[in-house]
């Protein structure tokens, strides 16, 4: 282990991105937590040539303009970005979203708990997982290389 | 003188052949002409006369006709003219005589008959013989010829015209029968045709009436089928307040009557109109004898109606008129009341596919309401799902980062606020999370299959309830049936009524529950019943209703939605909730399912 896990969260509601952010400080393995408060944001930021890509997205559904599907679509499309596990962290408990989620090759789909302890033991959950999970981006980092869109 | 027989006639035989050419001709031949030229020409040419004319008695107003002449020059300056028998003294003669005449010198007809050649301006011949035509004893007309010359009848030629004269009668007898067997077979074909072209009309009508639906052209097609089987003038009148007014009518309909028909009329007086509102076909003959209906309807000799009522009322009445005939004939009374009678099917036929298609609007309005409905609810649940379960998150995550953050500031007060506040918030997360699953459980498709409530109630027992199950239970469960339900939407409804009676028997010791079936023929009715809190039985009604809830959060953990969902679960079966209790006696929950699925 040479670093923390990388983890980038979209989400349009700021409260929403604050309530994470302290949630994640709260953890004990250190995690470096970048927040985007909308889908062309990160996606743009993600796809700059150099930009270090994260371990793990977690992506609301629910948001204006690109919601979390089309932001899936985007991620999936892109041939460096496709390799990083996507996960829904929502309030959606509705099962079509669930469905889509997985048809869109989300790695995982988690109900926000409105039990801020709840939350807190969920997110824990994720990193601990992630951070065991064998990905293309840990534990080296890799290579920033000329992405090309398929 | 008189032309002697042996120079100016030729003798019998010969006459005799002349007879034998003029059967064979007569039996070819088919018209009274022929008839009267192939008898005639031989008759002047055998005995030398210089004319000859036959005439006919017309039956029908006893006046003597010619029916043929040869020779004259001017057939009306003869003394051969037509008029009335009795006027023609000679002709009556030999008539009532069945007597032929023969005047063989000049002035003997003249010595005869004086006053013949003054009534017709005509003049006699030097010799003549008239021979009466009889077929049956009856007359027929006469046979004249007339001679230039006077000539004597021998006993031959007389014989010869006899026979002539009855050969005449007998081909002018075939050729009427005939004409007359033609004219029936004629006047039978026109008839059959008539009938055929009815009964057409009628099977066109007939299937129009099994298969329209719009008044209008009903009534239209039955008024052409009165029109061209009866040959009569229709009118279709409708109530519109005391009045009665025309709607259709036929195109020739007369000038003055369409617009008094247009302008309405009473039926509440006249003979007629008594007749229309005893609910029977009138037919009235010689009407214009009859009070009339009103004036203008007086250019009709005879008149029918033919009422149609609704809901006891007189609606409207089908009229028929004709000015051809003061009486109606069984023919035309027997099409008018059949044809009257096949409308007023249909149009009780097409009333009713009125009210269908009235319903089916009405229906499709609701299921389209319905629908919309339907898809509001689940644009609702998803709303409730993502935008209000946020602020309630949101809410809770800051309140625990808060007392985090205050940890060991907070005084016993601001403490107990803070939960109050904690608690608040969880009961507002669970009324959501109960609202999402009614409208999830409304938006479920339905499914029936055969459902065994026994295996079902055995993995509720087993599986779901564990949490519930901290306190002693006495489970009292019969043998079950298999119902035809959704094993999903059953499933809740047993969950939802058993986890009520355990939540509401949690401070008994043994908290009791009973569950059992009835057959109730054509359903079956399910129990759970238990000692627990029971209810208050006036309130009974509105446990099924949303959020309804008859105890407090602090005594009976709830939202108010689960019943809700069993109903709305169980009507969705085609069955019925009901609910029994008294505070502090315990409750019985029930429902009943249609042994036969509603989707059957």
């Not at chain 1, 499309?77 to 669930?98: K, Q």
Request: glycine share 6%; net charge negative.
């Amino acid at each position: 282990m040479t670093r923390p896990l990388r983890v980038v969260l979209i989400d349009d509601d700021a409260t929403d991105l604050t309530l994470a952010e302290e949630g994640f400080s709260q953890l004990e393995s250190p995690v470096m937590l970048t927040g985007y408060q909308g889908g062309e944001s990160a996606i743009s930021a993600m796809q700059r040539s150099g930009a270090a890509v994260p371990d793990v997205i977690l992506l609301d559904i629910n948001m204006p303009k690109m919601n979390g599907f089309d932001v899936l679509k985007v991620l999936k499309a892109d041939a460096r970005l496709r390799l990083i596990p996507v996960v829904m962290l929502t309030s959606s408990s509705n099962t079509g979203d669930i469905a889509q989620a997985y048809s869109l090759y989300a790695s995982s789909y988690v109900i926000k708990s409105a039990s801020f302890a709840t939350f807190v033991e969920q997110i824990e959950g994720l990193v601990q997982f992630w951070l065991k999970a064998q990905s293309v981006t840990w534990p080296e980092q890799i290579s920033p290389m000329s992405h090309t869109r398929l | 003188m008189p032309s002697s027989p042996a120079s100016d006639s030729e003798p019998f035989s010969s006459l005799a052949e002349r007879l034998q050419e003029i059967t064979e001709a007569l039996a070819a031949t088919h018209t009274e002409r022929d008839v009267i030229e192939i008898v005639l020409t031989p008759a002047v040419q055998a005995l030398g006369a210089v004319a000859g004319i036959v005439l006919r008695i017309d039956h029908t107003d006893q006046q003597m006709k010619i029916a043929g002449s040869q020779g004259y020059e001017d057939v009306t300056r003869t003394i051969w003219q037509e008029g009335p028998i009795e006027d023609h003294q000679l002709i009556a003669d030999i008539l009532h005589m069945h007597q032929a005449m023969y005047f063989e010198h000049a002035g003997a007809l003249k010595a005869a008959y004086p006053e013949l050649e003054s009534r017709t301006g005509g003049r006699a011949a030097i010799a003549n013989a008239a021979l009466p035509m009889f077929l049956d004893g009856q007359p027929l007309g006469v046979i004249v010829l007339d001679f230039t010359e006077p000539h004597y009848f021998t006993a031959a030629e007389r014989r010869f015209l006899t026979i002539l004269a009855n050969q005449c009668a007998v081909a002018l007898g075939r050729v009427e029968a005939l004409r007359t067997l033609e004219a029936q077979v004629e006047e039978r074909t026109r008839q059959l045709e008539e009938e055929r072209a009815a009964l057409e009309i009628f099977v066109t009508f007939t299937e129009a009436v099994g298969s329209q639906t719009d008044v209008k052209v009903l009534v239209r097609q039955a008024m052409t089928l009165l029109e061209e089987t009866c040959d009569v003038e229709v009118a279709h009148v409708e109530r519109e307040g005391e009045l009665f007014k025309a709607t259709e009518w036929n195109p020739s309909a007369d000038a003055a009557l369409l617009p008094r028909l247009q302008r309405g009329f009473t039926l509440q007086t006249s003979g007629i109109a008594r007749l229309l509102q005893q609910n029977t076909a009138a037919f009235i003959d010689h009407w214009q004898q009859t009070p009339l209906l009103f004036e203008e309807s007086a250019i009709f000799q005879a008149v029918a109606g033919y009422p149609y009522f609704v809901a006891d009322e007189l609606q409207s009445v089908l009229f028929m008129g004709t000015r051809r005939s003061a009486t109606w004939t069984e023919r035309d009374k027997r099409i008018f009341r059949a044809v009257c009678r096949s409308l007023d099917l249909a149009l009780d036929r097409a009333r009713q596919a009125q009210a269908l298609t009235a319903q089916r609007d009405v229906l499709d309005a609701r299921t389209r309401a319905l629908s919309l409905a339907n898809e509001e609810l689940a644009a609702f649940s998803s709303s409730v799902s993502h935008d209000l379960r946020t602020p309630v998150r949101h809410m809770l995550g800051f309140l625990r980062l808060a007392r985090q953050s205050l940890d060991g500031r907070l005084d016993e007060k601001s403490a107990r606020y803070l939960d109050v506040v904690e608690q608040s918030g969880r009961q507002m997360d669970t009324l959501i999370d109960a609202m999402l699953d009614l409208a999830h459980a409304v938006q479920q498709p339905f499914r029936p299959q055969q459902v065994d409530l026994n295996k079902l109630l055995e993995l509720i027992r087993k599986g779901l309830l564990p949490d519930l199950l901290t306190h002693n239970v006495q489970w009292e469960v019969d043998s079950l049936p298999s119902v035809q339900g959704d094993w999903d939407a059953l499933k809740q409804v047993l969950i939802q009524l058993t986890e009520n009676a355990l939540k509401f028997t949690r401070t008994r010791d043994p908290a009791i529950i009973h569950i059992w079936a009835e057959d109730q023929g054509e359903a079956w009715g399910v129990f759970v019943q238990d000692n627990g809190l029971g209810f208050d039985p006036r309130y009974q009604d509105r446990l099924f209703n949303m959020f309804q809830r008859l105890h407090s959060v602090q005594e009976v953990p709830g939202t108010g939605v689960g019943l809700a969902s069993v109903r709305r679960l169980i009507l969705k079966h085609g069955g019925q909730v009901f609910a029994e209790g008294q505070l502090g006696q315990g409750a019985t929950f029930g429902f009943t399912l249609p042994k036969t699925s509603p989707k059957d």
